[in-house]
């Protein structure tokens, strides 16, 4: 089992959560797979609400135990996959060591962008971040990560899709694509290149106040089953969509 970057649990049963709080967070979470064959599971989580709550509930909804294979931080949207069964079940053995391979598994976010203009380029336009990262807490309950020579290695793809206008300023919208799994590892690299994500206050966003979360969202996931290939989507939500609808598109296209 590969190590995480921070301490977490892994097995959800469903069982610690009261009934009501049971009801209204299935409500908020769309199941976008569940497959016997491939031994999975997958919900379109919201921002706000963490992956281990996200996956307990699911657990309950289901009546089935799930073993957490990936996690999205707790204000990024989007994909949450899950293997069906318990830490010993073939499902998460299979499943785990897919994620640990990294290129075995294709995750896409969506990301706006500040920085100057053009900073990462004109729309189409293709980058690579490779630095290592390092976490370092900067509180007793929150962590950032840094680049350093002492971190761990990190590579993130990325393509520009369009570039908007807000009143003082352009915003890039992009689509990442990291390579490795480390903790905050988008956010860190682009706020590295001087393009921190809108709403990413830890890395260095300005305050905005047409978009009231972190705009950084899971919109595709791609890996290998034991009989298929799976790909996942989940729609931009709603914020999201209404935050973009609000600025001008300069170049490019919208997001579908």
Same mark, same amino acid.
């Given at each position: 089992m590969p190590e995480p970057d921070y301490k977490t649990r892994h097995e959800f049963t469903g069982s610690g959560l009261e009934p009501r709080e049971l009801e209204a967070l299935v409500a908020t979470l769309p199941l976008l797979l569940e497959e016997e064959d491939e031994g999975l599971v997958a919900v379109a989580k919201p921002s706000g609400i963490s992956s281990e709550k996200a996956l307990e509930a699911m657990a309950a909804s289901l009546s089935k135990p799930l073993f957490a294979v990936s996690r999205l931080d707790l204000p990024t949207s989007g994909v949450l996959p899950a293997a069906l069964g318990t830490e010993q079940s073939p499902e998460a053995r299979w499943h785990l060591a897919q994620f640990a391979a990294h290129s075995l598994v294709e995750k896409?976010? !969506?990301? $706006?962008?500040?920085?100057?203009?053009?900073?990462?380029?004109?729309?189409?336009?293709?980058?690579?971040?490779?630095?290592?990262?390092?976490?370092?807490?900067?509180?007793?309950?929150?962590?950032?990560?840094?680049?350093? =020579?002492?971190?761990? #290695? =990190? #590579?993130?793809?990325?393509?520009?899709?369009?570039?908007?206008?807000?009143?003082?300023?352009?915003?890039?919208l992009i689509e990442a694509r990291p390579r490795t799994g480390r903790l905050h590892q988008i956010?860190?690299?682009?706020? =590295?290149?001087? =393009?921190?994500?809108?709403?990413?206050? $830890?890395?260095?966003?300005?305050?905005?106040?047409?978009? *009231? #979360? !972190?705009?950084?969202?899971?919109?595709?996931?791609?890996?290998?089953?034991?009989? *298929?290939?799976?790909?996942?989507?989940?729609?931009?939500?709603?914020?999201? *969509?209404e935050a973009l609808l609000g600025l001008r598109l300069l170049r490019g296209r919208f997001p579908s």
């Open positions: 896409t976010y !969506l990301c $706006l962008c500040q920085g100057t203009e053009g900073s990462l380029g004109e729309v189409g336009a293709e980058g690579r971040v490779e630095l290592p990262l390092k976490v370092v807490a900067t509180s007793r309950s929150t962590s950032r990560a840094v680049p350093s =020579a002492e971190g761990k #290695r =990190a #590579r993130t793809d990325f393509q520009v899709l369009a570039v908007f206008a807000e009143a003082t300023s352009q915003l890039s956010r860190a690299h682009l706020a =590295a290149l001087g =393009a921190p994500l809108v709403g990413d206050h $830890l890395y260095g966003a300005q305050r905005v106040s047409w978009c *009231r #979360r !972190l705009f950084l969202h899971c919109q595709r996931l791609k890996l290998f089953g034991p009989s *298929r290939e799976v790909r996942l989507e989940a729609p931009l939500p709603a914020e999201l *969509r």
